[in-house]
């Protein structure tokens, strides 16, 4: 019988980093202080919370471990809940809170930035789960993160590629685990010791749309979109009756904030998010698949020993 298990993952981003215009410089948490809400309205299901932690907090806030250390009675609850933490850096370089922050592409910089940076969070966080901000790797980051001893990856966005300049390019990936090849990232190789868990993409038309784009798959858009993109995928998946498939959705906590405003793709309500999270699960129900909702940390183990039994 073919299973499924479900991730829910957070991006702990500040207010307004992505959207429409990344808006780098920005460093307020109001939509994570709202989203402490979601613990009594999403009980059963345990979640991924990939923390910010990295060198724009350390130089702007005084901390790497900014986000870890103001809310640790909040990550104690969380932990105690059943969820999970993982590791979400920004490679940012900013100086002063003026200066306008810059992606570290550098190959040797950027090895060097996620070194310095996990000797001083390694304390707070386990190294199970990374995923790296604004969703894009080299070759030098990868096998850094893995060289650090992190068991999975969830940076991939399958199908999707950076705009001019932008290091992002996952046009070819796979839209499941994989374990990616030592030359190029968007193709299966042999098997490492850091799986890929991309954050799985499907078909999402948002208003300013001509037309239906892919994006990760994410539960804060408005029901209505959320339902059409659901639809759509409803019509053209095709489940193996033998194999484990993962599905990791991903949102950010300002879109689900009223306090954000209006907007025309995401909903900024948590009762919209759980409203579109059971329409997921219903949809499977509906075509008798097995499913399970579990961290993304357990996903990896659970895919690793499907691959043993079938080998």
């Given at each position: 019988?073919?299973?499924?298990?479900?991730?829910?993952?957070?991006?702990?981003?500040?207010?307004?980093?992505?959207?429409?215009?990344?808006?780098?410089?920005?460093?307020?948490?109001?939509?994570?202080?709202?989203?402490?809400?979601?613990?009594?309205?999403?009980?059963?299901?345990?979640?991924?919370?990939?923390?910010?932690?990295?060198?724009?907090?350390?130089?702007?806030?005084?901390?790497?471990?900014?986000?870890?250390?103001?809310?640790?009675?909040?990550?104690?609850?969380?932990?105690?809940?059943?969820?999970?933490?993982?590791?979400?850096?920004?490679?940012?370089?900013?100086?002063?809170?003026?200066?306008?922050?810059?992606?570290?592409?550098?190959?040797?910089?950027?090895?060097?930035?996620?070194?310095?940076?996990?000797?001083?969070?390694?304390?707070?966080?386990?190294?199970?789960?990374f995923r790296h901000g604004e969703g894009w790797h080299s070759q030098e980051t990868?096998?850094?993160?893995?060289?650090?001893?992190?068991?999975?990856?969830?940076?991939?966005?399958?199908?999707?590629?950076?705009?001019?300049?932008?290091?992002?390019?996952?046009?070819?990936?796979?839209?499941?685990?994989?374990?990616?090849?030592?030359?190029?990232?968007?193709?299966?190789?042999?098997?490492?010791?850091?799986?890929?868990?991309?954050?799985?993409?499907?078909?999402?038309?948002?208003?300013?749309?001509?037309?239906?784009?892919?994006?990760?798959?994410?539960?804060?858009?408005?029901?209505?979109?959320?339902?059409?993109?659901?639809?759509?995928?409803?019509?053209?998946?095709?489940?193996?009756?033998?194999?484990?498939?993962?599905w990791v959705m991903i949102f950010h906590p300002d879109e689900v904030s009223p306090?954000?405003?209006?907007?025309?793709?995401?909903?900024?309500?948590?009762?919209?998010?759980?409203?579109?999270?059971?329409?997921?699960?219903?949809?499977?129900?509906?075509?008798?698949?097995?499913?399970?909702?579990?961290?993304?940390?357990?996903?990896?183990?659970?895919w690793r020993q499907h691959q043993e039994q079938i080998r």
């Amino acid at each position: 019988m073919t299973k499924h298990l479900l991730c829910l993952t957070i991006d702990t981003d500040p207010d307004g980093l992505s959207g429409k215009v990344t808006n780098r410089q920005t460093l307020r948490w109001d939509g994570l202080e709202h989203l402490q809400n979601l613990l009594e309205i999403l009980k059963n299901i345990p979640i991924t919370w990939f923390i910010r932690a990295d060198g724009q907090l350390e130089s702007i806030l005084g901390s790497a471990a900014y986000l870890l250390e103001k809310y640790e009675n909040f990550w104690t609850t969380v932990r105690r809940a059943g969820h999970e933490l993982g590791w979400h850096p920004h490679l940012y370089r900013q100086s002063k809170p003026e200066d306008e922050a810059t992606i570290i592409t550098d190959p040797n910089e950027a090895r060097e930035e996620l070194e310095h940076l996990w000797t001083t969070i390694r304390p707070a966080l386990p190294a199970t789960s990374f995923r790296h901000g604004e969703g894009w790797h080299s070759q030098e980051t990868y096998a850094t993160v893995e060289r650090l001893g992190f068991r999975l990856d969830s940076t991939a966005i399958p199908g999707r590629k950076g705009g001019a300049g932008h290091p992002m390019n996952w046009e070819n990936a796979p839209n499941h685990p994989y374990f990616p090849s030592a030359t190029d990232l968007c193709k299966a190789g042999r098997e490492r010791s850091l799986l890929e868990l991309p954050m799985n993409t499907w078909m999402v038309q948002a208003p300013h749309d001509t037309a239906p784009r892919r994006r990760y798959i994410n539960p804060a858009v408005h029901s209505k979109i959320f339902a059409n993109a659901l639809r759509n995928w409803e019509n053209t998946r095709n489940f193996s009756p033998t194999t484990l498939h993962n599905w990791v959705m991903i949102f950010h906590p300002d879109e689900v904030s009223p306090a954000q405003g209006e907007d025309g793709l995401y909903s900024r309500s948590l009762s919209e998010l759980s409203a579109n999270v059971a329409c997921f699960q219903e949809s499977l129900q509906r075509s008798g698949q097995d499913f399970e909702w579990v961290t993304i940390a357990q996903a990896a183990d659970r895919w690793r020993q499907h691959q043993e039994q079938i080998r």
